[in-house]
């Protein structure tokens, strides 16, 4: 059908939220990682989301001597779009989270839009018994966390991405966060078409109601009107029925084992690949089309996989 309307799919292959002990399936090392990211393209992500972890014990890593083997191995495998992570762990200073992005000059990198509390620490709940002493850490040490990004913090990075070409995905988890947006769009700094991450469900950020999403969309249609794509991502159990409701009112959305450990009620995804192919067979049902890499370039009006630096 010549009007059916194209989704991308972004899937986060791994990240800082969840920690090795949490699933076997979670990838660590930069092979995993990278066969991670090529199965989920394979099965039809446009995007592939990235972090890096340490091999030795899973510890988020922004050392671009762990991205270059994974970076090299997905572009020699896969057309997909390479979308490398400014946020890193809310441990991390500013200045180590931006060492890949730096580095590698991707297509496409990730930019967190405020400051806010992230409080991981419920998980503790869930489990109690670790494999590496830094995972128990990480989650009781949320209690108390602010994840820093300053609007000083924010224009570098954003300095830093116009010199390169990189263009963001800005990953909003507050109403407060597109306001923060609109600030740097105003500025002539963030530049469109703006791709907006809307986040839900992490505790600190808005939360995972329809009303929530609902109340995200009439906002940024407010601040910017056409000139913007706008995804949804769902964090835990909320990722798929968030994303079924925000591709039906015009969203791209993002699934992946750094968002969601999960595939259903009580049971674990085995891969990035299979949440991807659950969010596109929700799209089919929804008679829209998964968007090609080259596609999604095109949209986002990105420089190209020939114009980095990997």
């Known amino acids: 059908m010549a009007n059916t309307r194209k989704v991308i799919i972004t899937s986060a292959v791994t990240g800082a939220i969840h920690t090795p002990t949490m699933s076997p399936h979670l990838p660590v090392t930069a092979d995993e990682i990278a066969e991670a990211a090529i199965g989920a ?3 039809g992500a446009s995007i592939v989301h990235m972090h890096a972890r340490d091999p030795e014990d899973g510890r988020p890593s922004q050392d671009p001597a762990h991205f270059e083997p994974i970076l090299q191995k997905l572009k020699a495998n896969t057309d997909a779009i390479i979308n490398i992570t400014t946020g890193g762990s809310p441990h991390m200073s500013v200045e180590e989270r931006m060492r890949p992005v730096i580095e590698f ?6 930019l967190n839009m405020g400051s806010m509390n992230f409080g991981l620490y419920p998980m503790l709940d869930r489990f109690k018994d670790f494999e590496h002493e830094w995972e128990r850490e990480g989650l009781e040490n949320s209690r108390d966390l602010v994840f820093k990004n300053t609007f000083a913090d924010i224009q570098k990075i954003l300095e830093i991405g116009n010199k390169n070409d990189t263009r963001f995905e800005f990953e909003c988890y507050d109403i407060s966060h597109l306001n923060n947006l609109a ?3 105003a500025r002539g700094l963030a ?5 907006v991450q809307s986040v839900f469900g992490l505790l600190g950020g808005i939360g995972a109601h329809p009303e929530d999403l609902m109340h995200m969309r009439r906002t940024a ?8 794509e ?7 159990k909320n990722q798929m029925p968030l994303a079924t409701i925000g591709a039906a009112m015009g969203s791209h959305v993002r699934v992946g084992l750094e968002d969601s450990l999960w595939i259903g009620p009580g049971q674990l995804a085995v891969s990035n690949a299979e949440q991807v192919t659950r969010a596109r067979t929700i ?3 929804l008679n829209f089309e998964v968007a090609t890499p080259d596609e999604a370039r095109e949209m986002l009006a990105l420089k190209g996989r020939a114009n980095v630096n990997f």
Do not use: K, M, N, V
């Open 41 to 43: 393209a394979e099965a």
């Open 105 to 110: 000059a991707p297509e496409l990198a990730s």
């Open 183 to 185: 600030h740097f769009q």
């Open 191 to 195: 530049r469109g078409p703006l791709f």
């Open 221 to 228: 249609d407010r601040l910017f009107g056409e000139s913007y």
């Open 230 to 236: 706008w995804s949804i991502l769902g964090a835990g």
């Open 283 to 285: 799209l089919e049902a």
